[in-house]
């Protein structure tokens, strides 16, 4: 049920981390994909890996916050693939700052990725969605926006505002044949927490918060996006998955 053979697919954020480790599930499962973030080399390098392992992908410089580019991004995609049936809205920037200490200007930064982005990407791309009848749309939230974190407001506040947004499109979405899900990742191994990663010490104290002792790897989520991409999940909309290893249930 998780054959993607003839589908196409735009996941954003996919030049590293997640939304590579996402991308690549999805084109290896048969989907054509557009490949989107600022970073060209990058996007390049996976369009390549995924085209010499017999796949077909589309690398579109992107910024997700911007109208206009994201509408190119899906004009190029349509003109590619001559469809869209999945969106992962992938693309996320964290800062970790107190919030008395915190700018307005940090703040708009966090929240137009992680929350506008969304919407922009979402909206651009569901007309097409719409007009056919069917799709996919995958929303990377983060269990941050289900817990009390200190020092990450912005981030929380803009990943909740993504589940919430996640429920209104589900319901809106319904009727036209489409699933709105989101997936809400712990602590992962990619470039976005290397930083930390090379703290020893803050390394055993993320750790030990996670009843299974350890952070997830970018492959750990790929099964979970192939379900919520493929009509093994045509009965679940508005839903979201915690991938943490027990840390919000704690």
Same mark, same amino acid.
């Given at each position: ?5 003839? @589908? ?24 054509? *994909? ?12 996976? *369009? ?7 796949? @077909? ?117 319904? @009727? ?75």
């Amino acid at each position: 049920m998780t054959d993607l053979t003839g @589908k196409a697919a735009i996941v954003t954020g996919a030049g590293r981390g997640l939304g590579r480790s996402i991308a690549w599930a999805l084109a290896m499962a048969g989907a054509a *994909v557009t490949v989107a973030s600022r970073t060209r080399h990058e996007l390049d390098s996976f *369009v390549e890996e995924v085209r010499a392992a017999g796949g @077909k992908a589309l690398a579109c410089t992107t910024d997700i916050t911007d109208e206009a580019s994201v509408n190119k991004m899906v004009s190029e995609t349509m003109d590619e693939f001559g469809r869209i049936d999945i969106v992962v809205n992938n693309s996320g920037i964290v800062a970790s700052t107190p919030l008395l200490e915190q700018s307005a200007h940090e703040w708009d930064q966090v929240v137009a990725t992680n929350l506008r982005g969304v919407f922009l990407v979402t909206k651009a791309a569901g007309r097409h969605l719409v007009d056919q009848g069917s799709g996919k749309v995958i929303n990377i939230a983060s269990n941050f926006a289900l817990q009390g974190v200190a020092n990450h407001a912005a981030y929380s506040a803009s990943k909740a505002g993504v589940i919430a947004l996640t429920r209104s499109m589900a319901i809106e979405w319904a @009727k036209a044949g489409i699933q709105v899900n989101a997936i809400a990742p712990g602590y992962f191994a990619t470039e976005l927490n290397r930083e930390m990663r090379e703290d020893a010490d803050l390394t055993e104290k993320v750790v030990r918060a996670i009843p299974a002792r350890r952070m997830g790897t970018p492959e750990e989520i790929q099964p979970w996006v192939l379900l919520l991409a493929s009509g093994a999940s045509d009965y679940m909309t508005g839903e979201t998955i915690v991938i943490d290893g027990g840390q919000t249930v704690r």
